[in-house]
Each structure stands twice: as structure tokens, then as C-alpha cells.
């Protein structure tokens, strides 16, 4: 497919308005200006465009909400806290072409009638921020952002809000709050943000990738931006794919792309000719996969048979000499760094499975320890205040379900065969 | 705080309707100024903001990134999550305490170097990585990681 979001990402000066404008750029913003907002609202319903961070929720949907919701003044906010291990897709939009947010940002708030938006950059993006801010001016020079945007008599205002190193403030709630000026962490849904959200005021948050479709749905129209990737499923998916694989790197294909052929056609296969021995689809949260399992079309609905979930599509790739247990245990050690501490099911829960995983991976495993690892995650799935507890069982269920006999060998044996 | 702090504060509040949103933009301010969230610039924040110092102090040690005890010149913040851990990220964290004495939450005895381990810093196509202060360095090995260090005095 003809990439439109990573299109042009290899000019020098990519992250330039000139270059930008260049291939096409700030295009939709004219003619989604002269368009009213519920138009361009029922145009993102159509479309089918579902949030790229990792929940996939209607993307129109979310803006019907927020728009029917009487009071004002509201909030856009760019979810750019991308910390989903094995992701880096919003990296690349930010570093090479920042233009391309900004612009979906604008129509967005036109859409809302927003008149603020803030981009949420997760701290360690920080080497972005004078990109992104060089950008921002360049977009009020020419007239794009502030009042009277294009002489229509819009305003929208753009800032960067810089985060300091949680996680969890990729959670929306939990990311107004952190913006907010407190303590990242979540807060009860209902009310959902839509309606009580930054400054208690209906909000709009959307991940980086979600909003530089905007302008691809507006330049194309809902109908043709549909036909591409799966019916369930529309538009183009950045994957971040990394691991053992020749390749790895941001590929822009179709939702729906099959696992397989983004392992071995587009990231030159295992690296080194070795054989896979699993992957992780979507970001570390996402339930592991056997390599006869990767026939599974890349889309939010079709992944859901196979037991595991899209995410934000960042793709792992693990090979023959990797020590399952020791990534289980890696992964499980981070959501305990990264658990906010507000619930006890979370912040016990994966302090319980840390330190179990811990004894396994180090030859310290009992008999039983299966069990109680499957235990502990049960009592965390669907008991957790936000879904950071859910990866973290998801995670641990997920490969005791396909790589059972590799803990076994370490408990029962006290070895491991690989790395 | 000097004029020029409380003004970049004053704008930076501007932008939002509530002006303890500008909590961490002010933290990231002060650990510039006293170089790093002492008391001191804790109470000079809350001062600012007209906030308890209490809350101020509970923000500041919620996050990774902001400095609650002094560090020294050069932040080094290797990556050991998935992605880095397969291509040696722990053992390069060996190798900066075999080369400098240093060890996760730690200094360098000159000061030069404090080290920090982070979770996913969003470079895996480049991994193992690391950010020394602001500046992001993939595709690192046993040797390059030296020659990288050396240009941070």
C-alpha cells in the first residue's frame, strides 16, 4: 500500500513545515475547515477509525460523546506517553513529522470546538520537545494555530505538557491527572472524560497515530479510507516491530496484515536464519504467541481468537535461544515498577508475581509455583482499578498457557536451556 | 527564585486554566536551577504555586525522571526492559559498574556519572539503548558505549 503516514519520513528536514507542505501537507486542514464540525465528526465515524493506542475504542464515537456533551469550554489532549514496551511508532511521528499531528490536532479541535490542545510527551521523548516546539511555531507563523486560524475565525492553541517517567500516565485518566499537576494516578470511570475530563471539562484524548489518520480520512473521505485494511477494522496500522528479526523498524500496512508475512516479508525474518520461538504481538501487555499461531490477521477483532489482543501493534520477536521465563519475569518486573500503588490487587499482585518469578528464573522454583503464579493473576484479572493490572495478568496466563513444560524445566530441573 | 524562573513560571502557568497544572514544568524548572528537588526547591515551588509542600513533594517522588537526591553530571539511563534485555542491556549495566563503580541509583565518585535503569524508552529498533541526559544512543555494544561516554565530561 502507498504508505500516507510514514510518507516522506526519509526528507531531510521531514519535520519542517516546507517539507511537510511539501507532500501535501495541511491540505485537510483547508478543507476540513470549511466544513462544519458534526460533518467532520460523522466523516471520523464512517471512516471506522478505531483509537491506535491500544484500546481501538471508535474514534468517532469517542468525539460524538465529548461533542454532545453541552458544556465548555473543552480539552484536546495528544496521548504522545507511548511507554507500551516494544512500541516506538509515535516516536518516529514525532521526530519526522510532527506536521502531520499538528494538523490532525487542529482539525480535531475544530471538530470539538476545542479551543486548547496539549500534547502529552512522555519524559523521555524529552530529546523531541524543541522538534515538536520548532513545528508548533512554525504552524502559528503560517497562520494555522491561534485565532482567527485561516481567516475562519477558529482559534485553537497548542502546548506541550512534558511528562517525568510513568507509565501509567498513558492511561487517560490517569494522564489528566499527571497534567493536572498531581500524582499520575487513574480515577474511577464513569464519569468517562468525554464528559468530566481535564479541569473537569469534556476532554478528548487520543493517541499520536489516532489523530495523524484525521487528515488521511479527511483528504481521502470515509469511504475510500474504509476499503483499506479489514472490514472490522479500517485504515493503515504503523507496527513497531523489534527482536530477533533482520528488520526491525515502523512498517505502515494495512489493518489486517497477517503476523507472518510482517515477520518474514517485511522484517527479513529471524535473524541469523534462526527458528522463532514466539511473539508478542502487541506491546508487552498482549498475551504471547506460538509460532503456529502466526497466521493471525493484525486487526483489534481477528487477534481476539487467537487469544491474545492488538494493543498498540508493537510486535516482539523472540528466537530459539531466548529464555521465555527470564522475558516473563523481565516483563512482570515492570509493571511492579510502574504500578501506581492505588490498588491493592495490583500493587500486592504484581509484587507477588515479581518475586515467585523471580525464585523460578533463578533456580529457587518450588512445586506448585505454576499454580500460585495462576492463582495470584486470577485474583488481578478484572480486579484491578485500570487495566495495568490486567496486562500483568494477561502476561503471566498467557505464557504459562503456550510455554508451560519451559517453567517446569526450571522448577522441576532448576535449569534453563537458553540464553 | 530568581525573576527570570518566576517569569518562565508565570507563562508557562498561562497556558493552563488552573495553574497547579504547572506543577511539572515548575519541578522540571527548579531541578534545573538547584539541580536537584531538595527541600529547598520543593518549598520554592509550592511557594510559587501556593501549594502545600507536602503535595508538591508527593508529585516530585511519584515520577522516574525527576531528581530526589543529588545527582551527578550526566545522567546515564540504560533501558532493561524486553526488547534491550535480549540484546544485553543488563550486561552493559554490568559493564558500567566493572569500568565506573557504578551501580543503579548511584554516582561516580568524580561526580561525572550517575546511572538510572529505565523501562522502555521507546527505542527498541535500535536496541540496547540508553539516553545520556537528553540525548537518545542505540544500537549500543561494549565498546561503543565508552566511546559514547567519553564526549560527556
Redesign the interface.
Known amino acids: 500500500m502507498e504508505p500516507f503516514l510514514l510518507k516522506g519520513i526519509d526528507n531531510p528536514g521531514s519535520a519542517t513545515i516546507e517539507t511537510y507542505k511539501g507532500i501535501g501537507g495541511y491540505g485537510s486542514l483547508h478543507k476540513a475547515l470549511s466544513m462544519q464540525p458534526q460533518e467532520i465528526i460523522d466523516e471520523v465515524r464512517r471512516s471506522g477509525l478505531r483509537g491506535r493506542g491500544g484500546a481501538g475504542f471508535p474514534t468517532g464515537m469517542k468525539w460524538a460523546f465529548a461533542s454532545a456533551d453541552p458544556k465548555f469550554?473543552k480539552y484536546l489532549i495528544c496521548n504522545a506517553d507511548?511507554?507500551?514496551?516494544?512500541?516506538?511508532k509515535?516516536?518516529v511521528i514525532l521526530e519526522k513529522k510532527p506536521h502531520l499531528l499538528i494538523e490532525g490536532m487542529i482539525i480535531a479541535g475544530h471538530a470539538l470546538r476545542a479551543e486548547?490542545g496539549?500534547i502529552y510527551l512522555?519524559?523521555?521523548?524529552?530529546?523531541l520537545k524543541d522538534t515538536i516546539e520548532r513545528a508548533i511555531k512554525e504552524a502559528y507563523e503560517e497562520g494555522y494555530l491561534g485565532e482567527n486560524i485561516l481567516g475562519k475565525g477558529i482559534i485553537f492553541?497548542l502546548?506541550i505538557?512534558?511528562?517525568?517517567?510513568?507509565?501509567i500516565c498513558g492511561e487517560e485518566t490517569a494522564l489528566i491527572e499527571?497534567?493536572?499537576?498531581?500524582?499520575?494516578q487513574p480515577r474511577i470511570k464513569p464519569p468517562f472524560p468525554v464528559n468530566v475530563g481535564a479541569?473537569s471539562m469534556p476532554t478528548i484524548i487520543n493517541n499520536v497515530e489516532t489523530l495523524s489518520n484525521i487528515p488521511y480520512i479527511i483528504s481521502i473521505g470515509a469511504e475510500e479510507y474504509s476499503r483499506i485494511g479489514s472490514k472490522e477494522c479500517p485504515g493503515p496500522k504503523l507496527f513497531?516491530?523489534?527482536?530477533?528479526v533482520e528488520r526491525?523498524?515502523?512498517y505502515e500496512l494495512p489493518m489486517g496484515t497477517i503476523l507472518k508475512e510482517i515477520i518474514y516479508n517485511h522484517c527479513g525474518g529471524i535473524r541469523g536464519g534462526k527458528n522463532l520461538k514466539a511473539v508478542?504481538p502487541g506491546g508487552?501487555s498482549t498475551p504471547v504467541l506460538p509460532p503456529d499461531m502466526i497466521d493471525v490477521p493484525m486487526d483489534f477483532v481477528n487477534i481476539c481468537r487467537y487469544g491474545s489482543m492488538l494493543g498498540s501493534g508493537?510486535v516482539?520477536v523472540?528466537d530459539e535461544t531466548?529464555c521465555l521465563v527470564?522475558?516473563c519475569y523481565?516483563?512482570i518486573k515492570?509493571f511492579e515498577?510502574?504500578s501506581?500503588g492505588k490498588c491493592t490487587p495490583c500493587r500486592e499482585g504484581t509484587g507477588w508475581l515479581s518475586s515467585i518469578l523471580g525464585r523460578i528464573e533463578k533456580g529457587m522454583g518450588r512445586e506448585g509455583d505454576i499454580d500460585l503464579l495462576l492463582d495470584v493473576a486470577g485474583n488481578m484479572s478484572g480486579k484491578t482499578f485500570c487495566p495495568l493490572g490486567d496486562g500483568a495478568a494477561m502476561v503471566v496466563q498467557g505464557f504459562i498457557r503456550h510455554f508451560r513444560a519451559e517453567f517446569e524445566e526450571h522448577i522441576i530441573d532448576k535449569r534453563c536451556r537458553f540464553g | 527564585m530568581t525573576p527570570l524562573i518566576e517569569e518562565r513560571l508565570r507563562q508557562i502557568a498561562e497556558?493552563?486554566?488552573?495553574k497547579?497544572?504547572?506543577?511539572?514544568?515548575a519541578?522540571?524548572i527548579a531541578q534545573e536551577v538547584y539541580g536537584w528537588l531538595s527541600l529547598e526547591a520543593i518549598k520554592k515551588v509550592s511557594e510559587t504555586?501556593n501549594l502545600p509542600d507536602a503535595f508538591v513533594r508527593?508529585?516530585a517522588t511519584?515520577?522516574?525522571?525527576?531528581r530526589n537526591k543529588p545527582l551527578g553530571r550526566h545522567l546515564i539511563?540504560i533501558c532493561?526492559?524486553?526488547?534491550c534485555?535480549?540484546f544485553g542491556g543488563e550486561r552493559l549495566v554490568d559493564l558500567l559498574r566493572e569500568r565506573y563503580g557504578l551501580t543503579p541509583g548511584g554516582t561516580t565518585e568524580d561526580g561525572r556519572f550517575s546511572l538510572i535503569i529505565?523501562?522502555?524508552?521507546?527505542?527498541?529498533?535500535?536496541?540496547p539503548a540508553m539516553?545520556v541526559d537528553?540525548?537518545?544512543h542505540g544500537r549500543l555494544n561494549e565498546d561503543n558505549i565508552f566511546e559514547i561516554l567519553k564526549r560527556y565530561e
Not at chain 1, 122 to 127: D, P, Q, S, T, V
Not at chain 1, 161 to 167: N, P, Q, R, T, V
Not at chain 2, 62 to 66: C, G, I, P, R, V
Open positions: 469550554p507511548e511507554g507500551e514496551p516494544g512500541t516506538f509515535d516516536r486548547k496539549y512522555r519524559g523521555e521523548y524529552a530529546f492553541d502546548y505538557h512534558l511528562g517525568a517517567g510513568a507509565y499527571s497534567l493536572e499537576g498531581k500524582r499520575g479541569f513497531s516491530v523489534s527482536g530477533h526491525p523498524g515502523v508478542i508487552i508493537g516482539m523472540f531466548t527470564r522475558v523481565r516483563a515492570f515498577h510502574e501506581c | 497556558r493552563y486554566p488552573d497547579g497544572a504547572a506543577v511539572l514544568p519541578l522540571y504555586l508527593g508529585v511519584f515520577y522516574h525522571m525527576y539511563q532493561t526492559n524486553v526488547s534485555m535480549i529505565m523501562e522502555c524508552i521507546g527505542a527498541c529498533d535500535m536496541s539516553l537528553r540525548d537518545l
